[in-house]
């Protein structure tokens, strides 16, 4: 009994660190605004800002998202902008990022889901609890 319980307190000391540091990613804003138009056609772009918590050097944020109904996807990687106060006395990391979409495409709405790696390359997902975000034009 006390090699199981010596046991169990090895595994505790070895698993919380790694589920308190869990991050979490989240919509900030998302538009997709027209930025330019001639040759008969329409220019628009694809601009997300999320936020990151814990801040925490080797960050990465990103997205992957479509404009097709997930017939194509595109995949990019986010920039860092800065660390702003929360309301938890606390900071987060706030990334964004613009991503034009070619003139001739028609669509109605870009779909995306956002992601953070840490340090060690773990990646964390956010579709919006499965619904993907929406963003309409």
């Known amino acids: ?35 330019g138009a001639g040759g008969g056609y329409v220019f628009y772009q694809f601009q997300l800002t999320t936020g990151v918590w814990p801040v925490a050097p080797g960050h990465t944020a990103g997205v992957v998202y479509t404009w097709d109904n997930w017939q194509t996807t595109q995949s990019a ?17 706030v990334w964004n990022g613009r991503f034009n979409i070619p003139p001739y495409i028609s669509f109605s709405a870009v779909q995306y ?6 340090a060690s390359g773990n990646r964390t997902w956010n579709n919006n609890s ?6 309409a034009k």
Do not use: H, R
């Not at 006390?2 to 790694?18: D, E, H, I, T």
């Not at 986010?78 to 987060?92: E, I, K, R, T």
């Open 113 to 118: 889901a956002i992601y953070v790696d840490d």
């Open 1 to 35: 009994m006390k090699k199981l319980l010596g046991s169990l307190s090895a595994a505790l000391f070895l698993l919380l660190p790694a589920v308190a540091a869990a991050e979490t990613t989240w919509v900030m804003s998302a538009s997709v605004p027209v930025v």
């Open 77 to 93: 990687t986010l920039a860092w902008q800065s660390n702003q106060p929360n309301a938890y006395g606390s900071q987060d990391e």
């Open 130 to 135: 499965g619904q993907n975000f929406v963003v």
